[in-house]
């Protein structure tokens, strides 16, 4: 076990598979000088351009020359710098990676890494702010992979760099620098199980990325007020882990969803609705989500803050879902 960051995790994933296969490479803009954010700082000296390949400012070329380089039996993994700026390749991926394998009858695979950070981070404003990981879960054929901790961070790329699927690895920026522990040797996490941060009886709290640590600040004030939380990190949105989410609501009665993404068509009114669907009867009180306002991420920190679901806002929803007002 050893204390690495968020960034470092994803950085030490991509090293270590590179080193076990040699048709892992990277492609994106800035590689060679390390990325945007350093995550791949020191591969370049390592790997040499030809699989650290730096690319034009073009998204749609670049992700459409790793798709084809994917069916070819290669398996790229592609640095789109901001989520934001992805859309600009968006055919590429939903129309060409995410159905090539269904249109040849499975004749070919398209084993295709997107790394998309996303997020609220420092002021950076409308464009490059979002968090649009409900776009992805929609679409037939992707995996979408939203990891909140340095271990899974890891983990969860390695097995998206082995996968045979196109994966939209999605990195909260704010989180480049948290610490934590991560396994020594081959640590490899499975897509679709989630992981349960902390145990509870009374709410059940569904939540992912960054926001799982606003949850868990939640979770431990809610405590000191006698309510017992069990909060759940799906860790990837598709497949997500109905059965461990179920299984948890049956026991507390109460659901409650939480993200940084906008509440209108996020991705927990997915989980909501299969809840209400399948537990509808049982439950002690009606399901809640948070999310952000259908409204644009200002440059200005004040206003950047009005948009983001707090941990105080999650405690007050959580009190009233357990009648205490």
């Not at 507390?252 to 509440?263: I, Y």
Request: aromatic share 6%.
């Amino acid at each position: 076990m050893a204390i690495v960051s968020y960034l470092e995790a994803g950085r030490d994933a991509l090293a270590e598979e590179m080193r076990r296969d040699p048709l892992v490479w990277a492609v994106g803009e800035d590689l060679g000088r390390g990325g945007v954010f350093g995550q791949y700082k020191g591969l370049v000296e390592e790997f040499g351009p030809e699989r650290i390949s730096d690319a034009p400012i073009s998204e749609a070329a670049i992700l459409g020359a790793a798709v084809g380089a994917a069916m070819m039996g290669t398996r790229p993994v592609v640095e789109m710098r901001f989520s934001d700026f992805a859309l600009c390749a968006m055919d590429e991926l939903v129309n060409q990676a995410a159905k090539a394998r269904f249109m040849f009858g499975g004749q070919t695979r398209v084993p295709l890494v997107v790394r998309e950070p996303i997020g609220m981070w420092r002021s950076s404003a409308a464009q490059h702010s979002q968090s649009l990981e409900a776009w992805y879960a929609h679409v037939p054929g992707l995996v979408v992979v939203c990891p909140s901790t340095p271990a899974d961070t890891k983990g969860l790329l390695k097995t998206a760099i082995r996968s045979d699927d196109p994966v939209v690895f999605m990195e909260h920026k704010n989180l480049w620098g948290l610490a934590g522990d991560v396994p020594d040797g081959d640590h490899l996490v499975p897509f679709g199980e989630a992981r349960i941060v902390r145990p509870g009886r009374d709410l059940t709290i569904v939540s992912w990325s960054a926001q799982v640590h606003v949850a868990a600040e939640a979770a431990g004030a809610l405590a000191a007020q006698g309510i017992e939380v069990e909060l759940i990190d799906l860790r990837t949105l598709w497949p997500w882990d109905k059965t461990r989410v179920l299984a948890s609501v049956a026991k507390t009665g109460r659901l409650l969803v939480t993200h940084e993404a906008v509440a209108v068509a996020g991705f927990g009114a997915e989980v909501a609705a299969t809840v209400a669907e399948q537990l509808g009867p049982r439950l002690k009180a009606p399901v809640r989500r948070l999310g952000a306002p259908r409204t644009l991420i200002a440059y200005a920190p004040p206003v950047e803050n009005a948009v983001r679901v707090s941990a105080s806002a999650i405690a007050d929803a959580a009190c009233a879902m357990m009648g205490r007002h």
